[in-house]
């Protein structure tokens, strides 16, 4: 494997981590995952669409949602490669949405099932290792408006300066978070926790299976939207032309019609027939 690829995708690409970490047979995996994020025990009861993921990695742009239901509440990840204002407007909206559904499907107005998002986020331009959120207010921080609606921002580059400083010890605490960054060769030299030789070998092996297909280069959510939005416009575009056509050929028939009765009569009259 060529150390420069830069084709190759790390758990940082959304594809490779959902491939990876909503497969059914990787549950363990995911579990330890989200252990490390929200530093609490947590059993998985089920995944989103796990049955749409590994063996159609060739299909472009298919959207998967990573929601996980625990016995801590529902789990929402997001993988976010940089940072931008459309981006926590986005999170923040399918979050809701999640939330509303709940809502809605249950008998009364209660919070006694959690809704928790945690974006796995590159590029944010704040220092904190890591930031937490309630819905509450602003000018009492301690005055939560929803308790069961939790949101956990994940700063992947704070886990890349870790990993470029070699420290031991914060390495190790916070080594199931960081694998998320690496290729093979840095894996390598933690993959003695069979966690993450384990995420390595899921890693090779679905890169292996993207380099076999000539859709391996997925488009992002948002190229995919506005192509659906661009084909949608296409479409009716030419529904609009078919029926414009279609209608325009009955027009002219009705009034092709009436011109030859209307040419009939006329030419009845000017040879005396009654009409």
């Not at 499907?105 to 928790?116: E, L, R, S």
């Not at 509450?136 to 890349?160: F, G």
């Not at 995420?199 to 995919?224: A, Q």
């Not at 609009?240 to 325009?248: A, F, I, L, W």
Request: glycine residues 6%; charged residues 30%.
């Amino acid at each position: 494997m060529k150390k420069n690829n830069e084709k190759f995708k790390t758990g940082m690409s959304d594809r490779a981590f959902k491939e990876i970490f909503l497969n059914q047979k990787n549950t363990y995996l995911l579990k330890v995952l989200l252990e490390s994020v929200l530093k609490k025990t947590v059993n998985i009861i089920g995944v989103q669409n796990t049955e749409l993921l590994t063996g159609n990695v060739h299909v472009r742009a298919k959207r998967v949602d990573a929601n996980i239901w625990t016995d801590i509440g529902i789990i929402n990840i997001e993988i976010n490669s940089k940072e931008d204002v459309y981006t926590k407007i986005r999170n923040t909206a399918y979050i809701f949405n999640i939330y509303n559904d709940l809502v809605k499907a249950g008998k009364d107005y209660t919070d006694k099932i959690n809704v928790i998002q945690i974006n796995f986020s590159d590029g944010l331009s704040q220092k904190k290792m890591d930031s937490y959120y309630y819905l509450c207010n602003p000018n009492d921080t301690e005055d939560i408006r929803i308790k069961n609606l939790e949101i956990y921002d994940i700063n992947m580059n704070y886990y890349r300066k870790i990993w470029y400083t070699n420290s031991a010890s914060e390495i190790e605490e916070n080594k199931y978070i960081i694998m998320l960054l690496l290729r093979p060769e840095e894996l390598e030299k933690i993959s003695k926790d069979r966690i993450v030789r384990k995420y390595m070998d899921e890693l090779i092996k679905i890169n292996e299976v993207f380099k076999d297909f000539k859709f391996s280069e997925f488009i992002s959510p948002e190229e995919d939207m506005k192509k659906i939005i661009e084909s949608e416009k296409t479409l009716a575009r030419e529904k609009g032309m078919k029926s414009g056509m279609k209608q325009g050929m009955r027009q002219g028939m009705r009034q092709g019609i009436q011109q030859g009765i209307q040419q009939g009569i006329k030419k009845g009259k000017e040879q005396g027939l009654k009409v």
